[in-house]
């Protein structure tokens, strides 16, 4: 459980860190962590169970990526993600006829 999680942050992360400019990937990243963060609760939530392996659930893993995910956003810049989507929505009417 431990390793898929692992594995399913870490492949996006080091995406992220190669595509995205260095301004944004902490609001990226962030926002990957929330995006986990839904899934094991969703997960907790239809399993319904109570305890797992070493006594951690589902629940644990949600929390420790919300943590994570608020942590990400509080040390990222969001001005620079705000400004980023400005940039964006700005070319993309200029592309239209």
């Given at each position: 459980?431990?390793?898929?999680?692992g594995a399913l942050?870490?492949?996006?992360?080091i995406l992220m860190i190669r595509v995205l400019e260095p301004e944004?990937?902490?609001p990226a990243f962030s926002i990957l962590l929330f995006a986990e963060a839904a899934v094991?609760?969703?997960v907790a939530h239809l399993i319904r169970a109570q305890e797992s392996?070493?006594?951690?659930?589902?629940?644990?893993?949600?929390g420790a990526f919300t943590f994570m995910g608020?942590?990400?956003a509080i040390f990222g810049e969001p001005d620079q993600a705000a400004l980023?989507?400005?940039?964006?929505?700005?070319?993309?009417?200029n592309?239209?006829?």
């Open positions: 459980m431990f390793a898929l999680f942050t870490l492949f996006p992360a944004l990937v902490l094991a609760a969703i392996l070493g006594n951690i659930t589902w629940w644990d893993f949600a608020c942590a990400a980023f989507f400005e940039e964006e929505a700005v070319a993309r009417s592309s239209q006829p």
